[in-house]
């Protein structure tokens, strides 16, 4: 298949060789974003926030958010170091749905968003494999819960799968530097302004979001680099 830069050619599209989706005349290409912080210091830890961002893949511009905290039950009090890293406090996180009923909501979101339509091709992108290759399958085998198939399948923005196989890192690549300090290395090496606060979800997901618009627009190819489950 291919796809296409939304900004190679004035917007029209440009077709990339093994790409996600085909432009036009397929439907354009969703990315949902997510991370998910866990109650920072205690073990097992516990997700505590899952926000998703949804882009729409030919324009990179954010066409939905979901956002929610989760109670934590294991371990209901967060730590000091868990709310000085993270900005959540327990208020936020008291009396909020817990990790079972937030995935339910996610589930209903997606399914309103179109997402789980066959005919739609989405993915989603997170920095790092930790999120959905360890937390959120671990905290849902030791809660007994299933994890949805659409969880399984991600792009890192980290890695690419290069030529032969071999695994690049995205933003090395694509900027000839290694970010040692993750997203705000990014932004510095991409001379965009740092939204938020560090360790946030909902902003880490915001400048995500950013850093794989501003690597589109520049031609660079995203492929999914999660192996199956």
Not at 65 to 94: K, N, R, S, W
Not at 144 to 165: H, R, S
Not at 186 to 199: A, D, E
Not at 207 to 229: C, D, E, R, V, W
Request: aromatic residues 10%; contains cysteine.
């Amino acid at each position: 298949m291919a796809t296409a830069s939304p900004a190679a050619d004035g917007g029209r599209g440009r077709p990339w060789e093994g790409g996600l989706v085909s432009w036009p005349p397929a439907p354009p290409l969703t990315l949902p974003w997510t991370w998910m912080g866990p109650s920072w210091g205690q073990h097992p830890g516990e997700i505590i926030e899952f926000p998703i961002l949804k882009l729409n893949g030919r324009t990179m511009e954010i066409e939905s958010t979901f956002h929610m905290y989760v109670q934590p039950v294991v371990h209901p009090q967060l730590t000091p170091f868990c709310t000085e890293l993270t900005g959540i406090i327990q208020a936020m996180v008291d009396g909020q749905p817990s990790l079972q009923q937030v995935l339910e909501r996610v589930d209903e979101w997606m399914a309103k968003e179109g997402l789980l339509d066959p005919n739609v091709k989405s993915i989603f992108v997170t920095c790092g494999d930790w999120d959905l290759k360890v937390m959120l399958p671990g905290q849902c085998q030791y809660l007994g819960l299933p994890v949805a198939d659409y969880f399984k399948q991600w792009i890192n923005l980290k890695k690419v799968f290069g030529l032969g196989g071999l695994v690049e890192q995205a933003y090395s690549f694509a900027m000839g530097c290694w970010p040692k300090n993750g997203l705000l290395d990014m932004n510095k090496g991409l001379s965009l302004q740092h939204i938020g606060r560090p360790h946030s979800g909902i902003d880490d997901c915001k400048n995500i979001a950013n850093i794989m618009k501003t690597l589109a627009y520049q031609g660079f190819i995203f492929k999914q680099t999660s192996k199956p489950f």
